[in-house]
Structures are given as structure tokens and as C-alpha cells.
């Protein structure tokens, strides 16, 4: 069975330029998330969807991130324009059911590098 | 706010040694804990999964342990191996406050196993 996919894995940008990034969740998983994940730290939660529906934004920097599942199941995260501190590896992780109670599955991630 | 805290940072230890790392958190309303597992320049694997009513896990040479009313948790890994390289992680599955359903990481600890 193929795991989380994300693409692309490697992306370098100038700032103020925009980049997206695309995870494909295992297929049945109806939970999605975007973490980020900063040198030396562990993984932060950016958004959270439950089928198509963003149920936990709340540390999604609006003014620059956005995100879409529209069909519940391949989701899209955005940045415009990017800026130098978002260069990190940002993650994306599925689960079957609610966050509390299923393992999640994390995807390679991308290691974005903003110039 | 839910905060977990890893200790140590880094370890380094000869191959053949059991070995213990430590991961605590200040909020005990959680519905688990899990510790993942992550591998250079990869995605994070669960290594252990313990719901908040267990007090341990076992899978394989990883035994996990939970203390939720001190805020504590051990990963114990024994006759450890150089394939057992790699940054360790500790998170929670909040239950209550603004953090519900929200997993917290741990900053990780950074594990080398030399032959």
C-alpha cells in the first residue's frame, strides 16, 4: 500500500516569489494534516482538514498560507510570497479517523529553501 | 498551552547498550502519547502508540512507558543497534483547552549508535 505522497521534495524559490506544495493522503484517510518543521525542532501543525473541511487553522499564517482540499482527499498548500523564514520542511500526514484517536502517517516532505 | 520537553538532546552510545530517552509534558489531559521515529532527510514513522488509559507499550526492543498524572514518558530501547540511528520524537494528542486534538511535538532527541 503507498503511503503519503508529497511532491515536489526538494524546492528552491527567491523571496517573494510564490511556491505551492501537494501531498496525496493514503487512500481511505479522511483526516489531512500540514505540519512545518524548523531545523533542530519537532514538526508544528498548520491545518488540519477533516474530509474537505478545515477544522483546525488556527496556526495557519492567513496572510500568506493558504490551503484547499476541495474533493476530500489530495490537498494543496500555498505560500505568496514567500519570505526567508519559511524556508523549513513542511510535512504532511494522514490518518483514517479523528486526530485523537488514529495513528497518523507522515509523508516525506518538502525542504523548501527561500533565498 | 501544551509544551513537551525531550531529554537529552543528543546521545551517542556504543552499540549493545539499553538506553533510555525521556519525554514530558505539562499537560496531563491527553488522549495519548506516541513516539515517532525520524530518519535524515525522511518523514516520521510511529514507532509506539499508548492510549492515555495504558500505562505501557511494547514492540519489539522499544518499550514505551506513561505516567499522565506526572507529565512523563519513557521510550526504553534495549541491546540498541547502529540501524537504530535517528532523531526520536515524543508527541501529544491534546484532549482539552484550545489545543484539543492537536499533537504537540517534543524538540527530539538526536540518537547515534556507534559499532
Known amino acids: 500500500e503507498a503511503g503519503v505522497v508529497q511532491s515536489p521534495r526538494y524546492k528552491i524559490i527567491e523571496k517573494k516569489q510564490p511556491v505551492a506544495f501537494w501531498c496525496n493522503p493514503i487512500?481511505?484517510?479522511?483526516?489531512l494534516y500540514w505540519y512545518l518543521q524548523n531545523l533542530g525542532q519537532g514538526p508544528e501543525l498548520l491545518i488540519r482538514y477533516e474530509n474537505e473541511e478545515a477544522v483546525d487553522d488556527s496556526q495557519l499564517p492567513k496572510d500568506r498560507f493558504s490551503a484547499e482540499r476541495l474533493k476530500g482527499v489530495d490537498s494543496t498548500l500555498k505560500i505568496q510570497p514567500a519570505e526567508l523564514g519559511d524556508s523549513a520542511v513542511y510535512l504532511c500526514?494522514?490518518?483514517?479517523?479523528?486526530?485523537?484517536?488514529?495513528?497518523?502517517?507522515f509523508g516525506p516532505g518538502t525542504r523548501l529553501t527561500v533565498l | 498551552k501544551q509544551e513537551v520537553t525531550q531529554i537529552p538532546a543528543a546521545l551517542s552510545v556504543p552499540e549493545g547498550e539499553n538506553l533510555v530517552l525521556n519525554c514530558s509534558f505539562t499537560d496531563s489531559a491527553i488522549y495519548n502519547l506516541q513516539w515517532f521515529r525520524q530518519d535524515p532527510g525522511k518523514g516520521l514513522t510511529s514507532l509506539l502508540l499508548i492510549q492515555s488509559s495504558q500505562r505501557e507499550q511494547t514492540s519489539g526492543r522499544l518499550n514505551a512507558s506513561l505516567d499522565k498524572s506526572s507529565g512523563r514518558s519513557t521510550l526504553y530501547i534495549a541491546a540498541s543497534q547502529p540501524g537504530d540511528s535517528a532523531t526520536y520524537l515524543c508527541?501529544?494528542?491534546?484532549?482539552?483547552?484550545?489545543?484539543?486534538?492537536?499533537?504537540?511535538f517534543g524538540q527530539g532527541t538526536i540518537l547515534t549508535v556507534h559499532p
Open positions: 508527541a501529544v494528542i491534546n484532549a482539552g483547552g484550545t489545543s484539543y486534538g492537536k499533537l504537540t
Open positions: 487512500s481511505g484517510h479522511n483526516t
Open positions: 500526514a494522514s490518518s483514517f479517523g479523528l486526530a485523537h484517536a488514529d495513528t497518523q502517517y
